[in-house]
Nanobody, 125 residues
């Protein structure tokens, strides 16, 4: 059984930082892209970041460029999201996702077959 387990969410003041982790088990994702999505109340799920199988190519949505960094440790089957200078509009449930077939960064949720349960990130103003 494949599982993606996120950790590291919480409450932080605007301008603060958080680091999210997503540990995968039941399957190795070393050969596939992994990503982070988020969903705020009343809004659709949106792509935040994704990273290629080898970790040498990344995608970041425009609103987080310069503030967020995605990375991965294939030896640990884990992907990370470092979030700096957080803003209230970053408040959402953050989901980790893994693809079964794609290797290059993609922001399309339909290209990910495995999803974590989500972790809440709340940024107060």
């Amino acid at each position: 059984q494949v599982q993606l387990v996120e950790s590291g969410g919480g409450l932080v003041q605007a301008g603060g930082s958080l680091s999210l982790s997503c540990a995968a088990s039941g399957r190795t994702f070393n050969g596939n892209v992994m990503g982070w999505f988020r969903q705020a109340p009343g809004k659709e799920r949106e792509s935040v970041a994704s990273i290629s199988a080898r970790g040498d190519s990344t995608y970041l949505r425009d609103s987080v460029k310069g503030r967020f960094t995605i990375s991965r440790d294939n030896a640990k089957n884990t992907v990370y999201l470092r979030m700096n200078n957080l803003k209230p509009e970053d408040t959402a449930v953050y989901y980790c996702a893994g693809s079964r077939t794609f290797v290059l960064p993609t922001n399309l949720p339909t290209r990910y077959q495995y999803w974590g349960q989500g972790t809440q990130v709340t940024v107060s103003s």
